[in-house]
């Protein structure tokens, strides 16, 4: 089955049938957008039958249910997205006028900004995780995968949650740098 295929049945087995799936763009475009109930993937996750696109279009549906249900995280990262948005973006502003201009108000005030969007980061850590869960459950559940498929399902699956976990432990990481940075400045004053 196609990805396209694998997003409108396990779509429609769970009572989402005003969810749209939709080819998108780009290379790595993969995503559900709960605003206007849209799974989107990329043209070759869309078109091909792959073990690889079976997992990613079932991962995207697994937001889709993690919305219908109302998911915890979910709801708590949506929430989010607008003041993470905005804090990220302007937290760099500040932190480099704080570190060039030696004001460690204006370095602290970058530093609660970047820590929004850590917050965000570690929120996104289950949203993702589950929706892998959620995706492995469905796509054996339906038939969609053999049994010697499951173990290359369940790698990309894997190792697609593992990139939120290395921006995490990075974004945590450039957080205790910069208050290291801080505390520093702060000891030389």
């Known amino acids: 089955m196609t990805g396209s295929q694998v997003a409108r049945l396990i779509l429609d087995q769970n009572g989402l049938s005003d969810v749209q799936v939709v080819e998108s763009r780009g290379f790595l475009s993969d995503h559900y957008n709960p605003m206007t109930k849209i799974v989107a ?29 109302a998911y915890s995280f979910l709801k708590l990262r949506h929430m989010l997205v607008p003041v993470a948005n905005i804090s990220s973006n302007a937290s760099w502003i500040f932190v ?3 570190i060039f201009a030696q004001m460690s108000g204006l370095l602290l005030l970058g530093i609660v900004l970047l820590g929004i969007g850590v917050v965000f980061q570690l ?26 498929e499951e173990r290359h399902a369940r790698k990309v699956l ?10 995490t432990a990075v974004a945590v990481l450039e957080l205790l740098r910069l208050i290291l940075i801080f505390t520093g400045m702060n000891r030389n004053q």
Do not use: C, D, W
């Not at 990329?42 to 991962?59: D, L, M, R």
């Open 41 to 69: 993937l990329s043209s070759h996750n869309f078109h091909e039958a792959s073990v690889a696109g079976t997992a990613i279009a079932a991962h995207e549906v697994g937001h889709a249910i993690q919305h219908k249900e």
């Open 96 to 98: 480099m006028i704080g």
């Open 123 to 148: 929120v996104t850590l289950p949203v993702e995780f589950n929706a892998s869960n959620r995706a492995m459950s469905q796509i054996v559940a339906n038939g969609v995968i053999r049994n010697e």
């Open 158 to 167: 894997n190792a697609a949650a593992m990139t939120y976990v290395a921006a």
